[in-house]
């Protein structure tokens, strides 16, 4: 005959319950409700996707006080969906979207083309050159190099004055 769990077994894990529910509800005001950079938009030859977020750490001023949160994630193990297509020369437009209460508009941006298989990320274009386009500080643009073809994703770092954060963004070829 099964023995069923006995009393103390059954309030520890009424006990482990209640602390889990405990910590994640205090983790949310701790954190002062600090939410994450808003994921920008890719655009070329007519298509768009949103990026993907990757990891980021970021302020803000909560009554007076400072609080930021950093959040630590791996790069993904395959492209991100959707996937825009893309070839050598071809032009990206990235546009950068704002969090209220965010100081985020982008002061550098790093764009590199990659290649995902097997789980595994690989870097193929170490520096896509990036600009910000004039008279739109959250819009950027670059150009596809002659690594392209190989690539099915773009990696994307942010720097901005309220923190930093990494984004990915699936291609497919024509």
């Not at 609080?67 to 996937?83: F, I, L, S, T």
């Not at 008279?135 to 596809?144: L, T």
């Not at 901005?160 to 024509?174: E, H, I, N, T, W």
Request: aromatic residues 6%; proline residues 9%; contains cysteine.
């Amino acid at each position: 005959m099964a023995s069923s769990p006995s009393w103390r077994s059954r309030a520890v894990a009424g006990m482990v319950g209640v602390l889990i529910v405990v910590l994640l509800a205090v983790s949310a005001p701790a954190a002062g409700g600090v939410k994450p950079p808003r994921r920008p938009f890719v655009a070329t030859n007519g298509l768009f996707a949103r990026a993907k977020l990757g990891a980021y750490c970021v302020t803000y001023e909560r009554d007076g006080r400072g609080v930021g949160v950093c959040m630590a994630a791996a790069a993904p193990d395959q492209p991100p969906k959707p996937r825009i297509r893309v070839e050598p020369g071809d032009r990206f437009t990235m546009l950068f979207r704002h969090r209220q209460g965010l100081h985020d508009r982008p002061t550098r941006l790093h764009a590199s083309l990659g290649r995902i298989e097997d789980g595994d990320l690989e870097t193929l274009s170490a520096h896509v050159k990036a600009h910000r386009v004039r008279g739109h500080p959250r819009k950027w643009r670059a150009r596809a190099p002659s690594e392209a073809p190989q690539a099915n994703v773009l990696e994307l770092f942010e720097t901005f004055p309220a923190g930093d954060a990494s984004y990915f963004v699936g291609l497919r070829q024509a």
